[in-house]
C-alpha cells in the first residue's frame, strides 16, 4: 500500500491550515504578534511536516506543530516567560484537535473540497474560541467583594469591567456601581437624609444618560484570581436595576479598585 502526495499541495494546504490555527490560538491566548511572524511560523511548521513526509518519518509528524508553535509563541527570555510560552503551546494542541474533529466531520459529512473544509472548520473553531474566551474573560474578572459600613457587611459577587471608568465629577474619585436593593442591609430607612449622598452622572445602563446616587462606605475588600485590595472609602453608586443580565453579579468594580 502506498499513498501519492502531491508535496506542494500539501504544503500549501498545511500553510495555511497552520496560519489559521496560529490566529485563532493567538486570539483565545490574547497574544499579539506580527503577521510577518505568524506567516514565518506556519511556513516552518509546513516546510517541516512536508520534510518529514517526503523523508518517510511519519511517525515525527508532530514535530511540525512544535516548530509553528515555538516559531510564533516561545519568545526570549524563556525563563521569565516560560509559562505564557507552555500556556499558548497547549492552547494551539487543543485548538488544532477541535480543528481536526471538525474538518474531519465536515468531510464526511459533506462533499467540500479539502480547502473549503479547511476553512470551514477554521469558522467552528472561531467560534468556539470566541465563546471560550468570553468565559475566561468573564472568569478571570469575577470578583467577591465585601463592603463594611459602620460595622455591618456585605458580601457581593462582583465583576471587574475595565470599561468602567465613572468618576465622582467634583473629586475625580473612582465610582463602583452595585444594585440599590443588594444594599438594603446596610442602608435603613431615611438614609439619604442622615449620611448624605453625592450624584454620579452617568451614560450606560440601558439610558442615555442619569444620575445615580453615590455612598461613601468605609471599606471595601476586593478579592479576585490575581489576588486581594482594601479600599478604604470607596464611593459607590447605587442602581435601581440589575446591573447583570443573567444575575451572575451584583457589583461593577472600577478599573481603579483591581487588585
Request: glycine content about 8%.
Amino acid at each position: 500500500m502506498y499513498y501519492e502526495i502531491y508535496i506542494d499541495q500539501f504544503f500549501l494546504e498545511q500553510f495555511i491550515s497552520g496560519y489559521l490555527l496560529l490566529l485563532a490560538a493567538g486570539k483565545l491566548c490574547r497574544l499579539s504578534f506580527s503577521r510577518a511572524r505568524l506567516v514565518l511560523a506556519s511556513l516552518a511548521g509546513a516546510a517541516c511536516m512536508s520534510a518529514l513526509i517526503c523523508l518517510g518519518w511519519l511517525r515525527l509528524y508532530p514535530l511540525g506543530f512544535f516548530a509553528a508553535a515555538a516559531a510564533a509563541f516561545w519568545r526570549r527570555p524563556l525563563r521569565k516567560e516560560w509559562r505564557s510560552n507552555w500556556n499558548a503551546s497547549l492552547c494551539l494542541l487543543a485548538v488544532t484537535v477541535f480543528f481536526g474533529g471538525a474538518l474531519e466531520a465536515l468531510t464526511a459529512l459533506l462533499p467540500l473540497p479539502l480547502l473549503a473544509a479547511v476553512f470551514a472548520a477554521y469558522a467552528a473553531v472561531a467560534v468556539f474560541s470566541g465563546l471560550a474566551r468570553a468565559k475566561l474573560r468573564e472568569t478571570e474578572n469575577a470578583a467577591t467583594v465585601r463592603i463594611c459600613l459602620e460595622g455591618q457587611s456585605l458580601v457581593l459577587e462582583g465583576l471587574l469591567d475595565t470599561g468602567n471608568l465613572l468618576t465622582e465629577p467634583l473629586t475625580g474619585r473612582p465610582v463602583s456601581i452595585a444594585e440599590e436593593k443588594a444594599f438594603v442591609s446596610l442602608l435603613e430607612a431615611g438614609w439619604e437624609e442622615r449620611r448624605g449622598f453625592c450624584l454620579v452622572p452617568y451614560h450606560s445602563l440601558g439610558t442615555d444618560s442619569g444620575w445615580l446616587r453615590g455612598v461613601t462606605c468605609d471599606e471595601m475588600t476586593v478579592t479576585m484570581r490575581r489576588g486581594s485590595r482594601v479600599i478604604r472609602r470607596p464611593l459607590i453608586a447605587l442602581y435601581d436595576g440589575n446591573v447583570s443580565a443573567g444575575h451572575g453579579y451584583a457589583i461593577i468594580l472600577h478599573q481603579e479598585h483591581a487588585p
